[in-house]
């Protein structure tokens, strides 16, 4: 289970998110989507609970705005709150609205307004939480610490409901508990892809043409990122491709492909009918055979051979050393004013 916490302004913005449809889709995009992917992206959300209020997105907006005003000093009264079930995983719709009175009760917002909505139009079961975070007593529930507490939860809930146990960030985790392999399937496919683009393409603008054909978008300055379709940046050297390799790659297969193109030339010119003599003939074939050996055949099977190395990804270790850890922890002392 993974969990997404953010606070803002607007009532208005986070409300008609929760409750309506992808503004970017027109109905027959909808349809179309549906037909494909067999999920609901016409009228996705379902209300699961309205708690301390009722009504459109217009009428719960007012509604919110009237018990924010029992305190002035807060500026972002607005509490959203997400959370999404690990692909394969499904619970009914009573254990859903369990699970959202419990993130409720965890973030102190349990008495005051809030609606939990399940939206359908993704593989993973998702809820979402729009809460006032200003309660009928005027006190507003804290953010602090909201994601070391949003990972507690999602670790409770799976346990409590029999889900698949996830690690929580590293800065929540114990010493040991870091030291961890962590499995992201993100950047396995990130990885996937960019090994099979290399070996399909020639050249940067191929490669990049690509990736975004894929679902990826590029991100080329002093080194390389993709943005995938759910809008996660990753650096391509955190999966073993920095922009370096990439170049270096393509340049060797430019160099092979050179190379492999005046092999050819050379022997279809071998090939043509010759009328010299045969001891003149059998020098020629000689020297051909050793130029071949020597030099084009040659340089094309190390530059192969360095491809196949170089697609291979780096290692990237998750190992951090907790002494580092403590470290960057220290405050430095300030010399003392005598």
Not at 121 to 129: A, L
Not at 157 to 181: C, I
Not at 233 to 242: A, P, T
């Amino acid at each position: 289970m993974i969990g997404h916490v953010s606070i803002g302004s607007s009532f208005y913005h986070c409300i008609s998110y929760c409750l309506e449809d992808k503004k970017e889709l027109s109905e027959q995009e909808k349809i179309e989507l549906g037909l494909h992917d067999h999920l609901q992206h016409r009228e996705r959300a379902e209300v699961l609970e309205y708690n301390k209020c009722f009504g459109n997105k217009h009428e719960l907006t007012e509604q919110f705005n009237d018990v924010r005003k029992l305190s002035r000093r807060v500026e972002k009264p607005m509490l959203h709150l997400s959370l999404r079930l690990a692909p394969g995983e499904t619970l009914t719709k009573e254990q859903l609205t369990e699970v959202g009175r419990a993130c409720a009760k965890e973030f102190g917002i349990a008495d005051n307004q809030y609606i939990c909505v399940l939206h359908k139009d993704t593989k993973e079961q998702h809820i979402h939480i729009a809460a006032n975070r200003v309660g009928f007593n005027g006190k507003v529930a804290s953010d602090s610490n909201s994601y070391k507490r949003m990972a507690e939860l999602c670790r409770s809930l799976e346990k409590k409901y029999g889900l698949q146990e996830v690690l929580s960030p590293r800065a929540f985790l114990s010493p040991k508990d870091r030291l961890l392999p962590r499995h992201d399937s993100r950047k396995d496919k990130l990885k996937s892809d960019i090994q099979q683009t290399l070996k399909q393409v020639n050249s940067y603008a191929a490669f990049e043409r690509q990736m975004k054909e894929l679902g990826y978008k590029v991100l080329k300055s002093r080194g390389i990122s993709f943005i995938d379709d759910r809008k996660v940046k990753i650096k391509g050297s955190e999966v073993g491709f920095s922009l370096a390799k990439i170049e270096k790659v393509l340049s060797l297969k430019q160099q092979l492909a050179v190379k492999k193109a005046s092999e050819s030339k050379k022997r279809d010119n071998d090939s043509r009918p010759s009328f010299t003599s045969f001891n003149s003939q059998q020098q020629n074939n000689n020297q051909q055979s050793y130029a071949k050996e020597n030099t084009a055949e040659a340089i094309a099977s190390q530059i192969s051979g360095l491809i196949g190395q170089l697609l291979n990804p780096e290692y990237v270790s998750d190992y951090i050393d907790p002494e580092l850890l403590k470290q960057g922890k220290k405050k430095n002392k300030k010399p003392r004013i005598r």
